[in-house]
């Protein structure tokens, strides 16, 4: 018979490893689960870092756990986070512009990217519009309280169009196409992509783009609501640590960033061609979109946009708080 030379003592100390072994192995085997929280993103290359990080699971790895929530229209995606239905939002600053005069409940936390084409004037052949300076008294297509009307608007000024005299009627951008084609009324659209693209090609030969490219820089921006800023900091952090990894890999591989909006979204690869050039993808926020909030707040009180009351102050509808905890040289506000 063959005697152990285990002692009692060691005997339970080997049980003793085994079962902490055991209960180790079955901790690392559940999944960690993250702080969760919702972007409202509007379904528009514009939001590719949002896409790109999703795809690439880029929020998972910097510790967050990011639902996507898609709309048309960064106007959309700004109700839906104010109606607590989303913690965070993408929208241009003509959207945040027109919101901040009431609203003070909710903060811009970065820029992602920017255009200086993203929005379009088209109209045909049969009109006799063929530049900005022919809009006097022009009937066109816009969607109100976003950035198709501010950018109308903007053309017209840096033209020396009384913007008075613009007749415009409200539409949505899904429906400004048709109405383009059915509707004698309206002479022009001004509206974003992907739907500018998606009128040229519908319109063929009849399409025609008037020159805007370079007039107008829009920016998409990721807001939040205060309360979600105080109340989940180190989720919001990692969110843009996520979109900055992004910005990052759209730099360094268009081609995957290019195959990733083109399934997302459904998107022809010659569209994505077609846009691509105009974005810079690039985390920031700063001094050019305090001043282009300022503007634009402007421009809304004197156009009778807004009525008359006290300029909202931008600084306090920015914060940099977050990226300057990613990049302590980020320029203040």
Known sequence: ???????????????????????????????????????????????????????????????????????????????????????L???????IMFQSFENSTFSVIASFVSSDND????????????SAYDLTDARIAVTRRSSSEYFLHSVALMHGIDTRSLQMQETTPEQMSQQLQANTDIQALSLWEPYGYQVMKALGEQAVLLPTKGLHTTSFNLLAQKQTLETQPQAVLATLRALDQAADFIQRDPAGAKAIMQRRLSLEPEF??????????????GQ???????????????????????????RNVLDNRFLRQMNPDAQDL
Do not use: C
């Not at 001043?291 to 909202?312: H, K, V, Y």
């Open 1 to 87: 018979m063959i005697k152990s030379n285990w002692s009692p003592v060691a005997a339970g100390l080997l049980a003793l490893s085994l079962f902490s072994l055991v209960l180790s192995l079955g901790f690392l085997s559940r999944s960690v689960e993250l702080p969760r929280l919702s972007i409202a993103v509007s379904r528009t290359p514009l939001s590719a870092p949002i896409y790109v990080a999703a795809q690439k699971g880029f929020f998972r790895s910097q510790g967050v756990d990011i639902e996507l929530r898609e709309v048309i229209g960064g106007h959309r995606s700004y109700t839906m986070m104010a109606k607590g239905e989303a913690d």
């Open 89 to 95: 939002a993408t929208s241009s600053e003509s959207v």
């Open 119 to 130: 929005i379009k004037l088209i109209t045909t052949t049969d009109s006799d519009l063929r």
């Open 272 to 285: 994505i061609e077609w846009v691509w050039p105009d974005y810079n993808f690039r985390l920031g926020l």
């Open 288 to 314: 050019s979109l305090l001043i282009s909030l300022d503007n634009a707040a402007r421009w809304a009180q004197l156009s009778g946009a807004i009525e008359p009351q006290p300029l909202p102050d931008y």
